[in-house]
């Protein structure tokens, strides 16, 4: 498609009353890693508030001290659950940002657990686990929840606001473009024929952790015709009802539509 044809399909938009485009920014797994440092400063936020003092012994039963003298206190909750409740998490999200499990498999999977659920209960053994489960002591203190969360929380910030969108796709009127930063790299394509449909949802990661996540998968046709997947794209139900409007518009095409922007914040 000509660079005049794209052209011609945004100033239909334009009169229209304003830019009719739709920005999409695919991101990498780090963005379900959300959970993680949420969950340490709130468990850092309940430590501080208990405010309860520890102090560290060697084998001989005296106070162990810094170099400077003074005695070695760190905060720490005295409920053993927080250690495994963070631990849990950190577990669970790693398992989830690297099992996909799609369409009808996420229904399996919970019509699994629910049997174990109610065979353990038949056996009489959630008791037994549960009392097991009493014994595991995993304790962390301020110092740790602070430090390892604060980390995550850097390295996923840097992921979804600055590293993921160094590649991105824009769609306009007749016209889908897909924008690298690196390289100031750009690629053309023609919507005409072009199909843009969503992936089967993964039930834990696009809805549990991704809160309305998605994939999107778009096919071009012609002489250039290519196939792309854009991954974990977030409000991704209001942007493919926005992108399948733009495709379906011709250039110089101009209907009644109410003009729109679909981006992220930030």
Excluded at 226 to 238: D, K, S, Y
Aim: net charge neutral; aromatic share 12%.
């Amino acid at each position: 498609m000509s660079t005049a044809q794209a052209q011609a399909g945004v100033n239909a938009a334009t009169r229209l009353g304003g830019p009719l485009e739709v920005t999409i920014y695919p991101h990498s797994m780090l963005l379900y890693w959300w959970p993680v440092w949420v969950t340490g400063y709130i468990l850092a936020l309940l430590t501080w508030l208990e405010h309860n003092v520890v102090q560290f012994y060697n084998a001989n039963g005296q106070v162990i001290r810094l170099p400077n003298g003074e005695v070695l206190q760190v905060l720490m909750h005295p409920n053993k659950n927080l250690g495994v409740i963070y631990t849990v998490v950190f577990i669970l999200v790693v398992v989830l940002t690297n099992a996909t499990v799609r369409g009808i498999a996420s229904a399996l999977v919970i019509a699994v657990v629910l049997a174990l659920t109610f065979l353990f209960a038949y056996l009489d053994l959630w008791e037994d686990i549960l009392w097991a489960i009493s014994f595991l002591a995993m304790y962390m203190n301020l110092g740790f929840y602070l430090f390892f969360s604060t980390a995550i929380l850097i390295i996923w910030a840097l992921a979804v606001f600055v590293f993921d969108r160094m590649e991105y796709w824009t769609i306009r009127p007749g016209q889908v473009v897909h924008n690298m930063v690196f390289g100031g790299g750009a690629r053309t394509f023609d919507t005409m024929n072009m199909s843009v449909y969503k992936l089967r949802s993964d039930l834990f990661r696009h809805w549990i952790l991704g809160l309305g996540s998605g994939d999107i998968h778009l096919s071009t046709a012609g002489a250039n015709s290519r196939e792309f997947v854009l991954p974990n794209v977030m409000f991704v139900g209001a942007k493919l009802s926005a992108i399948e409007h733009l495709v379906a518009m011709k250039p110089n095409e101009r209907e009644n539509v109410v003009p729109m922007t679909v981006g992220e914040p930030g």
